[in-house]
């Protein structure tokens, strides 16, 4: 069987596959060795519980679950897990870590085989992880007189950017306090002054925009604007 302790993560996130398989007798099993998709593309490999020692360390600082068992040896170069002999009843696990670094759903898959194995319809299994965007978005907002006579006019600059580390879709920016004043002026027909609501859409990963909106103040006070972006 192949598991992986979290179907859905972010990009950039760690992930652990656990490999398992078992001899489900009547005889021992010789020359078992395990091939296939173990860690596909957009899966950077880490680290795996059969070749490096520092696994459990790393893999206490990465992750929560507690990892079962031990195996022989895998060459994450090729995905080729070498099991050797395996008696009835007796089942041997490998556990990796790895990076999810590209978008998608990604499967990981595994076929093991032994000489005279009496049942081999049961020799493949698979599973799914799906690597969803995450997206850093931060505002800035600032205006160009802080002390004005009723009457004058203010801009307000919205300034909002991408900061990764993956591309951002339906981005918009709410205002719902600057529609209290007379609206005057948008840098961007995107902007509704009605509503408060500037739509972005699409921001790649790194990209800023910028809009302005001038508003009449007709009231005397303090006025306080706070925006959102989501």
């Known amino acids: 069987t192949v598991t992986v302790n979290k179907a859905e993560v972010l990009i950039g996130e760690v ?4 490999i398992t398989v078992i001899n489900n007798g009547p005889y021992a099993a010789t020359n078992v060795v395990v091939n296939g998709n173990i ?21 206490a600082n990465l992750l929560s679950s507690i990892l079962r068992g ?30 999810a ?43 160009d007189k802080t002390e ?17 580390p993956s591309d951002a879709t339906g981005v918009k920016v709410t205002d719902k306090n600057i529609i209290n ?3 005057v002026s ?9 509503t408060g609501v500037w739509t972005i859409g699409d921001l790649a990963n790194g990209e800023s925009v910028t809009l302005t909106v001038t508003v009449r103040i007709n009231e005397a006070g303090t006025s306080t604007n706070t925006a959102v972006v989501s």
């Open 70 to 99: 031990d195996a022989p040896s895998y060459d994450q170069s090729t995905g080729t897990w070498t099991i050797g002999d395996l008696d009835v009843g007796e089942s041997v696990q490998l556990a990796i870590l790895a990076k």
């Open 148 to 164: 004005i006579k009723v009457g004058d006019t203010v801009t307000y600059t919205f300034t909002v950017t991408n900061n990764g």
């Open 186 to 194: 948008a840098s961007s027909a995107d902007y509704d002054p009605s």
């Open 181 to 183: 004043h007379e609206f």
């Open 39 to 59: 860690l596909p593309e957009g899966l950077t490999y880490i680290s795996d519980n059969l070749t490096d020692d520092q696994y459990s360390e790393q893999r």
């Open 101 to 143: 670094e590209v978008l998608g759903k990604h499967t990981i898959s595994e076929t093991v085989t032994a000489d005279d194995d009496s049942d081999p319809s049961n020799n493949d299994d698979s599973t799914v992880v799906n690597v969803i965007a995450i997206s850093d978005l931060s505002l800035d907002k600032t205006v």
């Open 15 to 18: 992930v652990e596959y656990v």
